[in-house]
């Protein structure tokens, strides 16, 4: 079925929702709200909103469309691109609309599933999932939820949610809306493959309800929406060919897709998303293994080792650049305590992380196949960190993520010196094919730029985060230039010029080396058939 | 050369819950770990088998078929070989049968032992009285709450720093000997995949009563001296203020209004005594 027809929600009084008016009150009462985790500010905004419901947020929509007022959409406000940062107009942040609706089983796909509406964080997600306690839930009047609540507490097995974005902070709105992704999606994929329907308003103050596998575009690749009042809202998917990697750079968009997919990483280009139903996968228990090399090239053969070998099963696998290391030995250096883990190997050249499904009380473990494969790689189990107790798969993680941390306070140093400088990071993804020729790109071209830079990240997906910190002004602005050059290599290599961050605002730019001039225009095309004043997110994806 | 090091697995617990209602820890949905100052003694095993090749460490555990676990952890972290005695008669031992049942399990496996190494206690019940009971049983010199050891005179006798309240103090005892461990690693270990391999590739050898010759009456609960009457957490101390944010100077003169205010002499009429 390739046509859907929205509805409207119960009606409600405009003046009743929630709101804060004029810029200097905003400002005085919600400093935050100007901006997100990428520190960008823009012009003055007058209108904040908090609609705690479907219906009021409808009644700002439909005041706003009136008025020709553009509305911006804000989540927890931790992306990374500045897509909630308001240029004009209205914000309208989701913070109320934050209660788990239903834990529930789907007996087809026999998965345990979450509804929950928009601002819910995904650490609860993570933390009711596993202590299998929904406080929301818990008060329900609804027999079918206390009924499934009750079943879902009667399980013995514990569930999670797949994807694992660093900031946890997050909400499961903003996250399918942005498709994060985080180090799991080595095995598990990006939110978009967890998210089994969406409810999403439109400009239209109306509400499409979309289970995955419902509705799918046409053989000509369209398709038809209809408002409660009978308009048509024809949308002609682009005919771009998506890149082979992990990607959050323009629409998703491919043959016979579904519809919402079409929502999912389009960072509120199209419309609303006022709720979502997510699929939990069975937890089975792990051991972190952290295996040192003796050199950023051994590590990378490593991987492609450990990629290729279909008998492993590793949950992710991350990367610390030896540069990373001797960042990390500094930290232990000055206290070890804060780093948590033993003193780094003097051999230590980098570092590959990944898990194993382990079993601790199982007899006779066998990893012949890790053994094998990592020793075909010149690398040895013996030059390991391994743990597998709770608390040694939180210290873990904590080491991992560790470096961003570190590189933070060394540029908070340097900016007291000079206030204008930042870090520069990629969030470049080639092909599998590609991943050493990328490397050498980074390396010789900031080696001999002479800058301070680490790599490290999700190195499975050819994803490297490479962070350089700027000495001074001078070396930013070559840092820049060095930067936009490996944005079009990585594009060239049929790559994502933003393979996480989004594109928001901050990387509207980015867009061009990744798409020709046309397919921008086809994806243009999309936004103005759903959004036809371009009122909802202005300047995101498309630099205004 | 053999050393023991008696383990016990505990619950992972950072701050204690406690059943109003029975009195008892509330170990539910809480892991289990093998007991801090358990691997502190380990930690200093391992030290002192890296200065002497020779040594052998064997860990020893009483507990349930679960405690297993505990032994593994203590493999990984370079145990030679794990003995875990199980049975459902040890169940209630309080301190007296659990230190009996250990030095039988000792007599009986490791007769050539030649020093014991302990946890200063365990963190599930913190009586710090299993170690120096396991001492006397067996009628060896013992130093606790050790911090630092080493082996001395043609590993003949061990010199021990230890703590006491106002300081440190060390001592040496000959061997065979005793000694308990406040502290380890400061951080800690973390074992390769291959020893966490190679540890189940080792036997853990299972004792139950009956190999250790006791009578039922003196284990487990039957063979218990004392029981648990009742668990509480110690009341609350009042905290303390804490003074951020200010220079050296102003919280010096803050700290010494504070004190005035309780009628505590302060440098004004008392000089500082050092
Ligand atoms: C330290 C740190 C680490 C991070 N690590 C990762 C990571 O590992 N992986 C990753 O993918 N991202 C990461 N991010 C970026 C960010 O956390 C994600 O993009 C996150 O998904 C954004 O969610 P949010 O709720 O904060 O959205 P916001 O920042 O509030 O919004 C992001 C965009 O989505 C739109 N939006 C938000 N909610 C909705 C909605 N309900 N309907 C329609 N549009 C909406 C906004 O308009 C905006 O364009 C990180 C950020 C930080 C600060």
Known sequence: MHEITSSLP?????????????????????????????????????????????????????????????????????????????????????????????????????????????????????????????????????????????????????????????????????????????????????TRDWVRGIRVMTMTGEVLDIPRGKYFSSPSGWFTVY????????????????PRTKNTAGFYASPHMDLVDLFIGSEGSFGIITSVDIALLAWQPKCSIILFTESDERALHLVETLRSDKRLKLDFLEFYSSSAMDLLRDMQAGDPRHVGMPAIPESAGAAVFFDVGFDPLEEKPDFRALEESTASAGVYLADSWAGYEPRELARFKAFRHLLPEKITQVLSERKKTYPGLHRLSSDLAVPDEHLFDMWRLYRTQLDQAGFEWVAFGHVGNNHLHVSTMPRNMEELERGLRLYAQFAQKAAAYGGAVSAEHGVGKIKSKFLAKMYSADEINQMHAVKTALDPDMLLNPGNIFAA | MEIVVAVKQVPEISEVKINRETGTLIREGVASILNPFCEYALDHAVRLKAANPEIRITALSMGPPQARAALLRALELGADRAI????????????????????????????????????????????????PELAEMLSLPQISYGIEAELTAGLK?????????????????????????SKGEVIRRAPSFKEILGARAKQIKVADASELGLAEKEVGLSGSHTHVVKIFPPSQKVHGRMLTGLEAGEAGREICLFLKDRGIPTDSDMRYRT
Not at chain 1, 227 to 242: L, N, W
Not at chain 2, 166 to 174: K, N, P
């Open chain 1, 10 to 190: 119960p009606a409600c009084d405009f003046n009743e929702v929630r709101r804060v008016e004029g810029f200097d009150r905003i400002r005085e009462q919600y400093p935050d709200f100007l901006s997100d985790e990428s520190k960008l500010t823009m012009g003055p905004f007058d209108l904040l909103f908090f609609p705690a419901n479907e219906s009021e947020l409808s009644a700002v929509v439909k005041e706003m469309v009136r008025r020709n007022i553009p509305i911006t959409v804000a989540g927890a406000r931790t992306g990374l691109v500045g897509g909630c940062v308001p240029p004009e107009g209205a914000l309208v942040s989701l913070a109320q609309m934050s209660k788990v609706l239903a834990v529930y089983h789907a007996p087809y796909a026999r998965e345990w599933r979450i509804r929950a509406e928009a601002a819910v964080r995904l650490a609860d997600i993570d933390k009711m999932a596993e202590s299998k306690r929904f406080p929301d839930l818990e008060k329900s009047q609804d027999p079918f939820v206390i009924e499934q609540l009750r079943l879902y507490g009667g399980e013995q097995q514990r569930y999670f949610y797949p994807p694992d974005p660093t900031e946890m902070s997050a909400s499961i709105g903003g996250s399918v809306a942005t498709n994060a992704s985080g180090a799991r999606t080595f095995r598990f994929g990006p």
């Open chain 2, 157 to 181: 006798r061990i010199r021990v720093k230890r703590e006491i309240e106002s300081g440190y103090q060390i001592m040496e005892a000959r061997l065979p000997a005793l000694v308990s461990f």
């Open chain 1, 227 to 242: 408002d409660g009042k009978g308009s048509c809202y024809p949308v002609r998917i682009p005919d771009y060919q998506m």
């Open chain 2, 84 to 131: 875990l005695v199980c049975d459902r008669k040890f169940a209630g031992a309080d301190t007296w049968a659990t230190a009996l049942t250990l030095s039988e399990a000792i007599h009986q496996f490791v007769p050539g032992y030649k020093l014991i190494l302990v946890g200063k206690q365990a963190i599930d019940g913190d009586t710090a009285q299993v170690g």
